[in-house]
């Protein structure tokens, strides 16, 4: 979708300065929350692992504290406004748990399919 509608859409949207459209570029553009969150966890980990072989903290490392740290804000504030009480919270302890399930997904995804399509019997309609 972003390759085939972004650039268009914000060219558009500047031109015409319709703001829907460039929130919709904008949207396009933006990778996924559960993307942002998992590379914002490898950078932090790297960091962290980094520091421990060189037996001090390493520089340049709080950026990546300083992104959880938006991020842990991002998802309470959502919760909070959300108003789903405890049971909001519980849920969100689960992100790990689906941060790891997507990613097996895009690797599962990523490895080549049988190469041939097959299209799924309908009821009621008879395939051409």
Do not use: N
């Not at 460039?22 to 969150?37: C, E, F, G, N, S």
């Not at 997507?102 to 051409?128: F, Y």
Request: hydrophobic share 55%.
């Amino acid at each position: 979708m972003a390759r085939l509608h972004a650039a268009r859409l914000l060219v558009h949207g500047v031109r015409t300065r319709d703001r829907v459209l460039l929130d919709l570029a904008i949207d396009l553009l933006i990778p996924p929350l559960a993307t942002i969150v998992a590379l914002t966890a490898v950078g932090l980990g790297a960091w962290l692992a980094f520091s421990l072989w060189a037996g001090h903290l390493v520089s340049g490392g709080w950026l990546w504290v300083g992104c959880a740290l938006g991020l842990t804000v991002y998802g309470l504030r959502g919760w909070q406004l959300s108003g789903t009480g405890a049971r909001g919270l519980v849920s969100l302890a689960f992100v790990p748990t689906y941060l790891v399930w997507k990613l097996m997904l895009a690797l599962r995804r990523s490895t080549p399919a049988s190469g041939e399509w097959v299209r799924t019997a309908r009821e009621g309609r008879e395939a051409p």
